[in-house]
């Protein structure tokens, strides 16, 4: 079979050991959806050592890839990132390790594209860090949460570091406001997770004695007069865990439009808040080559100080 000029072939390093044919081709096609990647390893059209493979296939050092030419129609391509985002992403890196980096995610921004969401914080990073061979999300944070995000720059970063996340050797630390006047005593929610789907096909997630066990531990950080500044470290990680714990022990956090009240809602609006009050304030885990403990602290964004400051004002 005679290749077309376009086709790449392209040998596997000692880095990429181990990775998956999928996520491999993510890293090497930047802006391509995953969708389009799945769809041309099932036709044929990308090949390993001339044979053809499915998405899970673990790549070897030495393998050979053959990538087609992939021409992608405006509706199919991942959005290119604006210059805003690129100077703000830029400027979101907390702390670079040798194969780990942890940035400051803004508030609004996806972790990662898909669902109507043309781009997200992974795929923009990959654009604007074009010196990396590997770049993947240690762990997630929701769309509206900001604050420390893990990513890891090798293979074998991200699996020392998963393992970390699922052996509990990773703690992370959160601020969130909730209504009301959480109680001194009550520093401990455990309670069962159960992830469901609506009618219209949004997510959520509800306290459900079958579901996925679930602990969270809180800390009065700050008595306001119509709001507590609280500390949660999720001590497992479901999702929307703290979300849902701290509205099952009756303080909703403010800004939640999943999960929050009518009356956290005014209170909201009487604030100036705008969204979710949750920030990832520090994470720490172990450096995957060392071991050594890494503590890194991502301050809180000046929106939510103006609404702590607003919070102690009233009356």
Same mark, same amino acid.
């Given at each position: *079979?005679?290749?077309?000029?376009?086709?790449?072939?392209?040998?596997?390093?000692?880095?990429?050991? !181990?990775?998956?044919?999928?996520?491999?081709?993510?890293?090497?096609?930047?802006?391509?959806?995953?969708?389009?990647?799945?769809?041309?390893?099932?036709?044929?059209?990308?090949?390993?050592?001339?044979?053809?493979?499915?998405?899970?296939?673990? +790549?070897?050092?030495?393998?050979?890839?053959?990538?087609?030419?992939?021409?992608?129609?405006?509706?199919?391509?991942?959005?290119?990132?604006?210059?805003? +985002?690129?100077?703000? %992403?830029? !400027?979101? /890196?907390?702390?670079?390790?040798?194969?780990?980096?942890?940035?400051?995610?803004?508030?609004?921004?996806?972790?990662?594209?898909?669902?109507?969401?043309?781009?997200?914080?992974?795929?923009?990073?990959?654009? /604007?860090?074009?010196?990396?061979?590997?770049?993947?999300?240690?762990?997630?944070?929701?769309?509206?949460?900001?604050?420390?995000?893990? %990513?890891?720059?090798?293979?074998?970063?991200?699996? &020392?570091?998963?393992?970390?996340?699922?052996?509990?050797? *990773?703690?992370?630390?959160? =601020?969130?406001?909730?209504?009301?006047?959480?109680?001194?005593?009550?520093?401990?929610?455990?309670?069962? +997770?159960?992830? @469901?789907?609506?009618?219209?096909?949004?997510?959520?997630?509800?306290?459900? $004695?079958? !579901?996925?066990?679930?602990?969270?531990?809180?800390?009065?950080?700050?008595?306001?007069?119509?709001?507590?500044?609280?500390?949660?470290?999720?001590?497992?990680?479901?999702? #929307?865990?703290?979300?849902? #714990? &701290?509205? #099952?022990?009756?303080?909703?956090?403010?800004?939640?439009?999943? @999960?929050?009240?009518?009356?956290?809602?005014?209170?909201?609006?009487? %604030?100036?808040?705008?969204?979710?009050? =949750? #920030? $990832?304030?520090?994470?720490?885990?172990?450096?995957?080559?060392?071991?050594?403990?890494?503590?890194?602290?991502?301050?809180?964004?000046?929106?939510?100080?103006?609404?702590?400051?607003?919070?102690?004002?009233?009356?």
């Amino acid at each position: *079979m005679t290749e077309g000029r376009d086709v790449q072939w392209v040998e596997v390093g000692e880095g990429q050991a !181990g990775q998956r044919i999928d996520n491999f081709l993510v890293t090497r096609l930047k802006g391509v959806p995953r969708a389009l990647i799945y769809r041309i390893v099932r036709k044929g059209e990308v090949r390993v050592n001339k044979k053809r493979v499915k998405a899970d296939t673990r +790549l070897a050092p030495g393998d050979l890839v053959r990538i087609p030419p992939l021409r992608l129609t405006p509706r199919e391509a991942v959005r290119e990132v604006s210059d805003n +985002l690129r100077n703000l %992403l830029a !400027g979101s /890196v907390l702390v670079e390790g040798r194969d780990w980096l942890v940035v400051n995610k803004p508030a609004g921004l996806a972790v990662h594209g898909g669902s109507g969401v043309k781009i997200g914080l992974i795929e923009a990073l990959r654009q /604007v860090r074009e010196d990396l061979d590997f770049l993947e999300l240690v762990h997630r944070l929701d769309r509206e949460t900001s604050g420390c995000l893990l %990513l890891a720059k090798s293979r074998p970063a991200l699996l &020392a570091l998963n393992e970390s996340l699922k052996q509990r050797g *990773m703690d992370k630390q959160y =601020l969130a406001l909730v209504a009301g006047r959480w109680p001194a005593r009550r520093d401990f929610v455990s309670a069962r +997770l159960d992830r @469901y789907t609506l009618a219209n096909g949004e997510r959520r997630v509800r306290v459900d $004695a079958e !579901g996925k066990v679930a602990r969270t531990r809180f800390a009065v950080r700050e008595t306001l007069p119509k709001a507590t500044l609280v500390e949660a470290e999720p001590v497992t990680g479901r999702t #929307h865990q703290i979300r849902v #714990h &701290a509205a #099952h022990a009756g303080y909703a956090l403010l800004g939640d439009d999943k @999960y929050g009240t009518r009356e956290g809602e005014a209170l909201a609006r009487q %604030l100036g808040l705008s969204r979710l009050f =949750l #920030h $990832a304030a520090a994470l720490t885990f172990p450096e995957p080559t060392s071991g050594r403990p890494v503590q890194i602290r991502a301050p809180l964004p000046d929106d939510l100080e103006g609404v702590l400051a607003r919070a102690r004002a009233l009356g």
